[in-house]
């Protein structure tokens, strides 16, 4: 026997199972009352039996979530036959059976392993928010549907339960529900835009989920007297099902042709979708409230609105997370590519300056000049490379550091070095037996930004300030300029983000540089912050490293002890 998605065939044992229930069927539909409960029982339970043994049987034949997708399946089907044989036990032993009763948990275990086992198999690719965003649309369409179907036609058939016990009607109540929700995982599971979509196996199953939910809708209609004997099920109807039940198992663990999809935004009509049955509910909601005159609409219309909205709102809730996380995802790789493919010429630019540089006899002053003025801008340009690479590194695995004890004093005369800005404009006041355990490359590139920042938009006063606490070691650039608009003091630390100067092409940068800053200071387990200087009246940025500072003098061994350049700046 072999089955695909494009050929499929039944073995002769699957095709004697499809004649004794079509049999059963005819005996239902053309037999008395009595002989069409007494076969059509017969004919259910025993197609739920060999379909559930079926199931669980070639489930072993598959592995992973489809191997226990399929045997929740075959349970579900295999309690259902037990169902069927208990309530046919008490109809022929006494007479009648309720037609809602203690009897229908067998049926209600059906439901919810039926449903488990539609929810385990193999899901599309995508994010945890993603696949959450599904849900929640499925629920906004299924509460929507389900509110609807009970305004409109459950309402009135229920009132003849209004007499019975509690159970009675909280089971007749629960029947239309599940009906709706393993009706629409059936669909999602089938339609949904993975490997399984349109599967054979998966839409013979559809299938017999469907024709099972219109059998129980007969039974529901007809059975509000609460007398099994009353009722009208249309047997041949679920004999339907538990065929395409049995066809579904027979297909499970035989060669299938998976789906691959090109990976593209979701159709418009899928994301609409959902919100049309709400819109329908909501249309009911607000006819019923102009009519009645005094808002006392159904409770439960009401209480699936307030639902709905809920959900709406968690729904927009997690596509905001989503869309933010889609475009920080979209930027990194856009600042990674494009910073890729700077690096490789501008290697190629310092090399062939430096070629020419080292010919500088055969040079006029206006051509070193200009030569000088190339290696500088490509130097900036290259910096900024390494720092749009190490930013998009780090928001996805965290900056990798090379932890060290160093003399803090040695790290801020260099720092004040090598930001170019000119020593004599820096003046430098820390401790100078100060240690900290940080990566000095990193931390002397977080200070040559923030003195870098303080020269290109403070005032001509700079000053370089290392104060510890404790274990706590803080560094701070103050500086004499117009200062940072409290609108900024947040979003100044965000990439590409300029403050007041972020439209202003006059003023140099490119807005990565406290971005840098606090990237670097969060992977030593620090923070960056920004307040007025009370010491020059300006801009004062900060740095704070909690648990990296010692006076241990132990700790300078191996440390460089520059303190003579110290007086310098």
């Known amino acids: 026997m072999n089955s695909t998605n494009t050929d499929v065939r039944f073995g002769r044992l699957a095709q004697a199972v499809f004649g004794f229930l079509m049999l059963c069927a005819l005996v239902t539909v053309f037999g008395s009352k009595d002989v069409a409960d007494a076969v059509g029982a017969l004919g259910v339970a025993v197609g739920a039996t060999l379909a559930g043994g079926l199931f669980i049987v070639r489930a072993r034949t598959v592995s992973g979530r489809e191997r226990i997708a399929w045997t929740l399946i075959g349970l579900g089907l295999c309690v259902a036959a037990v169902g069927v044989l208990v309530v046919a036990v008490v109809f022929f032993t006494l007479g009648d ?90 669909m999602s599971v089938l339609l949904r835009r993975s490997r399984h979509r349109f599967d054979m196996r998966v839409l013979l199953f559809s299938g017999g989920v469907l024709f099972q939910v219109v059998g129980d809708i007969a039974i529901f209609s007809s059975g509000q007297s609460g007398s099994f004997a009353d009722t009208s099920p249309l047997y041949w109807v679920n004999l339907l099902a538990m065929g395409l039940f049995f066809a579904s198992a027979s297909l499970v663990g035989q060669p299938s042709v998976g789906r691959e999809y090109a990976d593209r935004n979701p159709p418009l009509w899928t994301q609409i979708a959902p919100y049309v049955p709400a819109l329908g509910m909501l249309g009911v909601f607000i006819t019923e409230a102009a009519i009645s005159g005094d808002m006392a609409v159904d409770p439960t219309l009401l209480g699936a609105v307030i639902v709905v909205g809920l959900l709406v709102i968690a729904r927009q809730a997690v596509a905001i997370v989503d869309n933010r996380a889609t475009i920080e995802q979209q930027r990194d790789l856009l600042v990674t590519t494009i910073s890729h493919e700077l690096r490789t010429p501008l290697t190629a630019i310092v090399g062939y300056v430096d070629l020419l540089a080292e010919g500088g006899d055969r040079l006029d002053n206006d051509q070193r000049s200009m030569l000088a003025i190339i290696h500088q801008q490509a130097d900036y340009m290259s910096t900024i490379v390494s ?56 931390m002397q590139q977080v200070l040559v930004n923030l003195l870098t920042n303080a020269a290109r938009y403070g005032g001509p006063q700079r000053l370089l300030r290392v104060v510890s606490d404790g274990a706590d070691v803080t560094f701070e650039v103050h500086d004499d300029g117009p200062g940072l608009p409290r609108r900024y003091e947040v979003r100044v630390w965000d990439r590409f983000e300029r403050g007041p100067n972020r439209l202003n092409a006059a003023v140099p940068g490119s807005g990565i540089g406290l971005a840098v800053v606090s990237a670097i200071a969060q992977a030593h387990g620090g923070t960056s912050a920004y307040r007025t200087s009370e010491i020059l009246g300006g801009a004062c940025f900060s740095v704070t490293l909690p648990g990296r500072a010692t006076h241990d003098p132990t700790e300078r061994r191996g440390t460089q002890a520059t303190s003579e350049i110290r007086s310098v700046a």
């Open 97 to 186: 059976a309720p037609t809602f009763g203690w009897t229908d948990l067998f049926f209600l275990a059906t439901y919810v392993l039926v449903i488990a086992g539609a929810l385990t198999l193999p899901y599309a690719q995508g994010s945890t928010m993603q696949r959450f965003r599904m849900i929640l649309d499925g629920l906004i369409g299924g509460v929507s549907i389900a509110a609807l179907l009970w305004v409109l036609l459950l309402a009135d058939m229920t009132s003849d339960l209004a007499d019975s016990s509690t159970l009675t009607r909280t089971i007749g109540a629960l029947y239309p529900f599940l009906d709706l929700v393993v009706l629409t995982v059936a």
């Open 387 to 442: 720092d749009l690479i190490m930013l998009a590194r780090g928001s996805d695995r965290g900056l990798e550091l090379e932890v060290e004890p160093v003399l803090v004093d040695d790290l801020a005369v260099a720092s004040i070095h090598a930001s170019g800005i000119g020593v004599e404009t820096v003046r430098l006041d820390g401790e100078t037996d100060l240690v900290a355990f940080v990566d000095r490359a990193r």
